[in-house]
């Protein structure tokens, strides 16, 4: 029950902020301190996004946006964890693929769209394969960093007592390393939604961004202020959703 409660005051605690911002937001555009032109007040613009946006096929758009960002977020986060785990352990494997790493992570993910439409095509699957790639370097880095952080007591503890090496890793490495492991969650995901929206600017006739690039196209400020405010919504429930699972599988963190 305590625990309920004090997720609750998280959550409001959380969306004090926003709404301040949206009440000084308001009284400025009714007040006349914004061109509303560019800068529509908050309650024009939800208006348009319940009640004129679906109409418009927004929850089609956000349908579209999601899968890609989950099915490129979770395989991106799946291979980065693996790797990150293996390089952490195997000494052979990081001198293996950290030169690589090292050479690929600087360069911007979405600049390779262009080299990834021409091979996956401006379906779907490029759009997941950049989000996966965001995804997979992000937690790579964390999960290495890590396994590098386990005290060397465990090693010398599973050494003494023989634990295998399977245990080893689902009950030592894997629990130990999970804070930073989390940390490259949380980033992972607010980086694709920054990607998946870029993607879809350009060859995509579904989704948030291709809604937002429409919406400049045709100067209809109040769905692309609605396409803008969705994504804002979608990356503060991903990020929260991660914060409550991290806080039950890393409960010893917010005790330190």
């Keep these: 029950m305590n625990s309920v409660r004090n997720d609750a005051k998280r959550l409001l ?8 911002l949206f009440v000084v937001w308001e009284i400025c555009a009714r007040a006349g301190f914004l061109d509303v032109r560019f800068f529509p007040a908050p309650s024009t613009i939800f208006y348009h996004l319940f009640f004129v946006s679906p109409e418009e096929g927004i929850v089609t758009d956000v349908i579209f ?21 293996g390089m952490g352990l195997s ?11 090292i050479v690929t992570y600087p360069i911007p993910k979405i ?9 996956f095509g401006i379906g779907d699957l490029s759009k997941i394969v950049v989000v996966a790639i965001g995804s997979f370097f992000l937690v790579l880095m964390n999960t290495l960093h890590g396994v590098d952080s386990l ?3 465990y090693y010398d503890v ?14 030592i490495v894997i ?3 999970l804070p930073s492991i989390f940390t490259g969650l949380k980033l992972a995901i607010g980086y694709s939604l920054v990607i998946v929206v870029a993607a879809e600017f350009s060859g995509a006739d579904k989704g948030i961004g291709y809604l937002i690039w429409q919406s400049w196209e045709t100067f209809s400020i109040n769905s692309m202020y609605a396409g803008i405010f969705v994504i804002g919504v979608l990356g503060f429930i991903f990020s929260y959703t991660l914060d409550l699972l991290e806080r039950r599988l890393v409960p010893w963190k917010d005790k330190k």
């Design 13 to 20: 605690i959380y969306t004090i902020s926003p709404a301040v």
């Design 65 to 85: 946006s999601v899968y890609r960002i989950f099915a490129g977020y979770f395989a991106g986060c799946a291979l980065g964890m693996m790797l990150g785990i």
């Design 91 to 101: 000494h052979l494997l990081r001198m293996a693929f950290y030169p690589l790493i």
């Design 111 to 119: 600049a390779i769209l262009p080299l990834i439409m021409l091979i």
């Design 151 to 153: 005290a060397k007591i």
């Design 158 to 171: 599973a050494a003494v007592y023989r634990i295998s090496r399977r245990n080893f890793i689902f009950r």
């Design 175 to 177: 629990p130990g390393s």
